[in-house]
């Protein structure tokens, strides 16, 4: 597991790992919901492949992803409920729903580039997650759940990244993509805390007692 790898602006602290372990059943909930709706994301994008000339791989690629992402939710799921948990019916996901934002609706190719990205943005972070959950991690079953799945985290990453890569030119796509990350460093900032895999690190009581005076409140 390597951060070198993964191109985030923003670098999660260490701490946030124990931070949120402290909770596990209610972290594997946000984590099986999260499996879910990136199972939903691959299949919703499956026939969404830009005309004339889609990627070679397209259906392939989004096939690939749905069926890793569902064997991930059967495996959370299952240690989940053999922990006495169980998977909430409803989940709200702040991070994702603020990175759809940047969507550029009804602009044809650009729009899918966006949404791959999008797609792309949220695995990093994951990655990221995953390989601090690993480490920090002393319960073994749940450490190689962590470990195993930044790879596969990892390899979906580059996929959705490789797929917008080949929809428009080289350089509008590395312009685009580094403002998708501006974006997402802010984004995942203002998340709030707690046991989720998208969630920010408690301030410090220090930092609660005098928190930092936002720009709207500064005008
Ligand atoms: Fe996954
Ligand atoms: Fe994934």
Redesign the pocket.
């Known amino acids: 597991m390597r951060e070198a790898d993964l191109p985030l602006h923003y670098k999660t602290p260490a701490t946030w790992a124990p931070s949120v372990l402290a909770q596990p059943l209610e972290l594997l909930n946000d984590h099986a919901h999260l499996e879910k709706k ?1 199972a939903a994301n691959a299949l919703e994008l499956l026939n969404r492949w830009p005309e004339p000339t889609p990627p070679e791989n397209w259906v392939a690629a989004m096939t690939a ?1 749905a069926r ?2 569902v064997e991930h939710l059967a495996v959370v799921c299952r240690l989940l409920a053999r922990r006495g948990g169980r998977l909430t019916k409803s989940h709200a996901n702040p991070y994702a729903s603020a990175l759809h934002q940047l969507v550029r609706r009804g602009q044809g190719t650009s729009e899918l580039v966006d949404r791959l990205m999008i797609s792309s943005l949220i ?1 990093a972070r ?1 990655c990221e997650r995953f390989a601090l959950l690993g480490q920090a991690c002393n319960d073994t079953e749940l450490a190689k759940l962590y470990k195993g799945l930044w790879a ?2 990892h390899g ?1 990453y580059r996929t959705f990244l490789q797929l917008a890569e080949q929809l428009q030119p080289a350089e509008q796509v590395a312009k685009r993509w580094q403002e998708m990350l501006d974006h997402e460093s802010q984004i995942i900032q203002r998340q709030p805390p707690g046991p989720r895999m998208h969630s920010i690190l408690n301030p410090s009581p220090q930092e609660a007692r005098s928190p930092r005076t936002s720009p709207e409140a500064q005008k």
């Open positions: 990136a992803v890793d992402e695995e994951s596969s985290e979906h």
